[in-house]
């Protein structure tokens, strides 16, 4: 991996309260895992995911296990079933995806659900303009990425068992309502104008038609394995957040790189894209809509602000959190005091639409 902040990059010793039999695993393994052969030894990935991570090592191979964390989680989140499902049905598309060898339900094998899968060696990108690349390879990688969203969104998701990964329909009404809901009942974090009449806006502003594809749901630059040496996409990582959805809101989730400040999330706002050899945001989306065999994406506006909208309501509950003392991290705090900015931002993308 390269590219990355010293607090996300590699593994460590496994954290305290995160550890597990590791003895129970390698017996679990070699009867769930083909071709398994220890002595096993295991480290935690540093980076902050909410399903806790390990690298899991053996004289012949490596391996990553994600799994549900340990103690009361809250009902429908961390499901690393679902991850597993969606990995396994996209794998059957060709998409770049890590080889998932078996899901385990049984709790008393590590004390929660898990599954293992293949570890992809390669490159991860924590910075949106790519550094320590030349111009024709940057402008590669994000070739790469648009080639690989699009494949994403052109999946039959029927004919890959994944018909029943979410509710078809409806998309932008139910997640609307869904945030909107979060925001308002935290009372802790308080409100903001910008939020408020965004949220009016979008309400009163969806776009007609609808449409459905399998969705990443945070396909970001910092989420995707390259090839150690190539700009290809090896492995596309986090699909804790997937499910059926409309393919526009994913695409302008991701696109929403060139508008957003590096300050806030990994993104472009700022930076010379000629100079670095990426393409505009307008080239970036006409190749996406090539690709996709859309002739254009007309709600885009739309999409890009309920994209700024759902990122806003997040690091809002995330403000609850510090403030009733249940979120203490740094990145928690930093968060929350790019909050206002992120809040007139988000507003601001409802002006341009309109």
Known sequence: MSGASDANLGTAPVRQGYGFDVAALGSWMAANV???????????FR???????????????????????PGETLK????????????????KAKFPVAHVHALCTDESVIGTWFYVMDMVEGRIFWDATVPGVSNGERAAIFNAMNDTIA?????????????????PGNYFARQIGRWSKQYEEDVAAGRDPNMDRLIDWLRENIPEGD?????????????????PTEPRVAAVLDWELSTLGHPGADFAYHAMMFRMPPHIVAGLGGADLEALGVPSEQDYLEAYCRRAARKGMPGYGFYMAFNFFRIAAIFHGI???????????????????????LMALAWEQAERAA
């Open 319 to 341: 403000k609850g959190r510090v403030i009733r003392g249940t979120a203490s991290s740094a990145q928690a705090r930093e968060r929350v005091a790019v909050l206002p900015e």
């Open 34 to 44: 083909p071709d398994f052969a220890g002595p096993l030894s295991v480290e935690q």
């Open 76 to 91: 429908g989140a961390h499901a690393i079933d679902r991850e597993a499902k969606v990995l396994r049905g996209l794998a």
């Open 151 to 167: 494949r994403l969104h052109r999946i039959d998701y029927e004919a890959v068992g994944l018909g029943d990964y979410g509710r």
């Open 211 to 227: 449409e459905t594809s399998i969705i990443h749901g945070d396909f970001r630059i910092d989420n995707i394995i390259f090839h």
């Open 47 to 69: 980076g902050g995911q909410s399903n806790p991570t390990y690298k899991l090592t053996t004289p012949n191979k490596a391996y990553v296990l994600r799994r549900k964390p």
